[in-house]
């Protein structure tokens, strides 16, 4: 747990120990940010339920990282579940920890599991710039929000890098592992979008809404978290088409060696189709002259035409063939 504390305009920030959180919170012209993580759930259920006092159902929604983008507004305080975004390139998937901010009249409260980086660099800019601070808890919540963004588009950009490097292996060579990737791909797109969706009605009620702890003004940065939102969601979709239409040329692809493949094939047996006819027919028992009958130069001479004749029938086949253009 760590807490930042701003006692009133032209103050300095200062870190605080929890001794110090009632005192701070009962200065009704100082900002507090309290950050929570998930290394010590008795600590955190004391600080929300007896310090705070939370509702026990927003603190058993904290507690529990199983929750979509929302907004919920018990009047004196607002409570949010935001994502974040994580990005492993090695393995093509998307990691979305959750974010649950607790949104008051002089403070803001934060709890999460995993690190965050957008966290942590609005953090360390809230302990170099005091003015950041002094804006209020809303302010600090839009800047929040707006580092979240920041991250899911830069995730969104290096998933567009993927796809392009995927499409190029694809038509350059077609290997059966391709497939996997592009799925994993489309399945981190389709997370993306869903998250996305649902954080940008939560940035939409933040920016539309009328609530007790956001004033008129600040309104209006929430809506311009809510517009890159927009766009982000246009580009997630705009990557989902991307990536259909690789797994589409993938399997227009492989298709094509599969026919090339059979085309091979056939003409291979196309070829040597008359040989077999020609063994097979000779090498029945009929009635007819034997070779003692025939005699020896007659004999040897038939066996060499024969040969011949099967030499000849396959070239003469295949120049055909190249002709007819059946073989491009």
Not at 85 to 91: D, I, L, Q, S
Request: aromatic letters at 10%; proline letters at 4%.
């Amino acid at each position: 747990m760590r807490i930042i504390y701003s006692p009133e305009k032209g103050a300095t920030c200062r870190e605080i120990s929890p001794d110090h959180l009632d005192e701070a919170l009962n200065d009704e012209n100082g900002i507090t940010w309290v950050d929570l993580n998930g290394d010590s759930e008795g600590e955190v259920l004391d600080i929300l339920a007896g310090t705070f006092q939370f509702h026990p159902l927003a603190i058993d929604d904290t507690l529990n990282e199983t929750h979509l983008p929302k907004i919920d507004d018990w009047q004196d305080y607002l409570y949010l579940v935001l994502r974040n975004v994580v990005y492993r390139p090695e393995y093509h998937r998307v990691q979305l920890p959750e974010l649950d901010i607790f949104l008051g009249p002089n403070y803001l409260v934060t709890y999460h599991e995993a690190q965050m980086a957008p966290l942590d660099g609005l953090w360390n800019v809230c302990e170099e710039d005091e003015r950041l601070m002094q804006n209020g808890p809303a302010y600090l919540l839009y800047r929040l929000a707006d580092a979240l963004v920041s991250e899911f588009l830069a995730v969104i950009e290096q998933l567009e890098t993927s796809v392009e490097a995927v499409e190029s292996q694809v038509l350059s060579r077609p290997e059966r592992t391709i497939q996997g990737t592009i799925l994993r791909l489309k399945r981190a797109t389709l997370q993306l979008r869903r998250v996305l969706g649902l954080q940008r009605e939560v940035l939409n009620r933040l920016s539309r809404d009328s609530y007790a702890v956001i004033d008129e003004e600040e309104r209006y940065y929430f809506r311009d978290v809510y517009d890159h939102l927009f766009r982000l969601y246009d580009m997630v979709d705009g990557l989902r088409d991307l990536t259909m239409g690789a797994m589409e040329v993938y399997l227009s692809v492989i298709n094509n060696r599969t026919n090339d493949i059979m085309k091979t094939l056939t003409v291979i047996t196309t070829l040597f189709m008359p040989l077999t006819f020609l063994t097979g027919f000779f090498g029945m028992n009929f009635f007819g002259p034997s070779v003692e009958e025939l005699g020896a130069w007659t004999g040897y001479a038939a066996f060499l035409l024969t040969l011949l004749i099967m030499a000849l029938v396959p070239v003469l086949m295949y120049l055909w063939m190249k002709r007819r253009r059946w073989m491009e």
